[in-house]
């Protein structure tokens, strides 16, 4: 099955689909316009560039290949969290500790971002305050102190440690050891959030297209993006579709990786049930490499997520298989109905790093004056915030200050193993050590 048919399966029964109907939707790109800017893709990535250039003055073109917040920024675990989907280490290691530093502070301000939003364009997505890291053995409790004690010390970030004692007043749940709690952090309603920006980035003058895929990208001193019915010339060009670009760019192709994740949403709980399993109401994930993660929705259910594919292939019976896990996590849900099933595909980058940068100029483009063209790919399941600020950094290179998007693009990313053919096998065997490890 192809990547793009298992997508179309797993949007069928989205919770957030079903409580946030779309009642914005933008015609399909007829004929050639022109504009200062073409953006590639419809998430919160695209949206948020869209945003920050039109405030900059610029004339801008979104593309959506289907509909805005299709992908992964409108079905996620609607968790939005501090610092990077990877260790704050392998920043260090690659960039050194002043630029690393840098980015955790940039981190926060995409946290900030989210709140500044919803302010300014009045975009009602449910956010609540509050996130738990959680362990679920000794083991891993000492991998998530060290993880604080680093956090508090080196970056100098407020986390209150839970021992191991004080945890029932965290979560009901026997299945934890510890944790730490995180009260800037917290969660939103990823669909509703999208469509606030979609709404937003028109009513400033963005022209968005939806049902409008790229299929080709020419380079001169002009870009132009082909659409099955048009095109889009401009001076700069952004690509933000991560695992859906469809060729366009093949070489960033092979520096993520299509990964399969899936979430289930219970029926409605009786009020104080659904209270009292996380008292806080906060975002909760572990920290396993194979990790599961949920969150209490306002309607009083619970959004449990967990288990991955990486071959594309969804996983059978996967409402009743994540009812399991979800029971097992809150044996008070035994017998609870799940009433949503849904899943996508996220772009994992090697180091989980994102990935940041500029296509380089070659054959055609290589002239001085031909347009740039921008990527941002690589959230690696950590996006939900970070997209944001990714689209504020993009668009402060395009209008002449590249320094803070540059501190990204210095990251240094490897190809996946194996090839087009070999790397979804090479990454499943992988991923099978990396579960048996969590287990031990």
């Known amino acids: 099955m192809s990547l793009l048919s298992a997508d179309r399966d797993l949007t069928r029964h989205s919770y957030y689909a079903a409580t946030a109907p779309r009642d914005v939707s933008f015609a399909a790109l007829e004929g050639e316009v022109q504009a200062d800017v073409a953006i590639v893709g419809g998430g919160l990535a695209g949206l948020s560039a869209a945003i920050e250039l039109a405030d900059r003055g610029f004339s801008v073109v979104l593309l959506e290949a289907r509909q805005v917040g299709w992908g992964a920024s409108g079905r996620n675990g609607g968790q939005a969290i501090h610092g990077l989907a990877c260790d704050q280490e392998e920043i260090e290691t690659q960039l050194g500790l002043d630029e690393a530093r840098r980015v955790w502070a940039m981190s926060l301000e995409a946290l900030d971002l989210i709140h500044a939003r919803r ?34 010390q080196v970056y100098g970030y407020p986390l209150a440690w839970i021992e191991p004692a004080d945890m029932p007043r965290w979560i ?16 939103l309603h ?9 709404r937003a980035a028109a009513s400033l003058g963005v022209r968005v297209h939806e049902q409008t895929p790229a299929t080709r990208l020419e380079r001169s001193t ?6 099955p019915r048009g095109q889009v ?9 991560n695992v859906y670009l469809q060729g366009i760019a093949p070489q960033l192709e092979a520096r993520i990786m299509p990964v399969g994740t899936y979430i289930v949403c219970s029926e409605p709980l009786e009020p104080s049930l659904a209270a009292s399993l996380v008292p806080s109401r906060s975002a909760v994930c572990d920290n396993n490499f194979v990790l599961d993660y949920f969150r209490p929705t306002a309607d009083h259910r619970m959004l449990y997520g967990g288990r991955v594919s990486y ?5 059978p019976n996967l409402a009743a298989s994540m009812q399991r896990r979800m029971s097992a996590t809150f044996p008070q849900l035994q017998g609870v109905k799940v009433e949503y099933s849904w899943g996508g ?8 790093a994102p990935d940041f940068g500029r296509l380089p100029r070659v054959g055609a483009s290589a002239a001085s004056n031909a347009a740039d063209v921008y990527y941002l790919q690589g959230f690696s399941g950590h996006g939900l915030a970070l997209t944001g600020l990714a689209g504020r950094l993009v668009a402060e290179a395009m209008a002449g200050d590249a320094s803070r998007f540059d501190t990204f693009a210095r990251l240094r990313h490897r190809a996946f193993p194996g090839g087009r053919l070999l790397r979804m096998p090479a990454l499943v065997l992988g991923m099978a050590y990396y579960r048996l490890r969590d287990a031990l």
Not at 174 to 186: E, I, K, V
Not at 222 to 227: I, S
Not at 345 to 352: A, C, Q, T, Y
Request: glycine letters at 8%.
């Open 345 to 352: 595909f996220v772009d994992i980058s090697m180091n989980r």
């Open 119 to 152: 302010r300014r364009f009045g975009i009602d997505c449910e956010w609540q305050d509050g996130y738990l890291g959680v362990a679920v053995n000794a083991k891993k409790a000492g991998d998530l102190r060290r993880w604080y004690d680093h956090t508090t």
């Open 233 to 241: 010339r401009a001076r700069q060009v952004l690509l933000a579709g």
């Open 222 to 227: 002009q870009a132009t993006v082909h659409t």
């Open 311 to 315: 071959s594309t292939m969804t996983p």
């Open 172 to 187: 009901a749940s026997p299945r934890y050891h510890s944790a730490l709690h995180d009260a800037r952090s917290g969660h």
């Open 190 to 198: 990823p669909l509703k959030y999208s469509l606030g920006l979609a």
